[in-house]
């Protein structure tokens, strides 16, 4: 089993859906969790960033982490074409462990207009 | 502008040779890693380094080697005990402070010829 589970998708919504991005994982010691987003042959951008429990929200961005359940989410409001991209859910236990990230598998998401 | 550098954008190996990504920054960042990212499995860490001259493991470094002579480089190269090499790899950076919040460089395409 991977420590961190992704539906990989793809997810395919018209304009203006709201979408929900989720990943579930198996070590209960990760306390810092990322989304990034990544279009198409290119790096990774950060996109949320949430410690330890909580609703993070950002412009039409949410992110939802439930630790007891190990289920992280993130939601999309008023879908745009620009959307589309992979979404990488990732991880990390925190303190000395710097970027040593554990990722999701990613989620291809193409939002139609 | 400040950012993360990789080149080339698309490289072709032969059997039995060693190659080298190169790794860029100018972020002033003291951390870089490498991770290695396969079509449905995200990206898994090779190796990571926090400080000039020091660098670590990941959880896939057989068949990879790096080096970290100055603050601003953090090149990758692919050696021939590598057997599956093709993939996209992506260098990234991070501030030295526990920080969780990768940068990515736009990634190099390996391909074996």
């Known amino acids: 089993q991977k420590e961190v589970e992704q539906d990989p998708g793809p997810l395919s919504v018209p304009e203006g859906a709201i979408v929900s991005l989720n990943c579930t994982y198996s070590?209960?010691?990760?306390?810092?969790f990322m989304w990034y987003r990544q279009y198409s042959r290119k790096g990774p951008e950060l996109l949320m960033y949430t410690y330890s429990s909580g609703n993070k929200e950002d412009g039409r961005f949410t992110a939802q982490v439930d630790k007891s359940s190990k289920y992280i989410s993130l939601f999309i409001r008023d879908s745009q074409p620009s959307d589309s991209a992979t979404y990488l859910c990732a991880m990390t236990v925190g303190g000395t462990s710097y970027g040593k990230l554990t990722f999701g598998q990613g989620t291809i998401l193409t939002v139609h207009p | 502008d400040g950012g993360i550098t990789q080149s080339p954008k698309y490289l072709f190996r032969k059997e039995g040779q060693n190659v080298t990504l190169s790794c860029e920054q100018n972020l002033n960042h003291d951390a870089m890693y490498w991770y290695r990212q396969d079509p449905g499995q995200g990206l898994r860490l090779i190796y990571y380094?926090?400080?000039?001259?020091?660098?670590q493991k990941g959880d896939i470094a057989e068949g990879y080697s790096v080096s970290r002579e100055k603050k601003e480089s953090f090149p990758l190269t692919v050696t021939s005990a590598q057997k599956n090499p093709t993939a996209f790899y992506l260098c990234a950076s991070s501030m030295q402070d526990g920080a969780k919040k990768l940068f990515f460089g736009s990634g190099t395409q390996l391909s074996v010829l």
């Open positions: 380094s926090q400080i000039v001259n020091d660098f």
């Open positions: 070590n209960s010691a990760f306390q810092y």
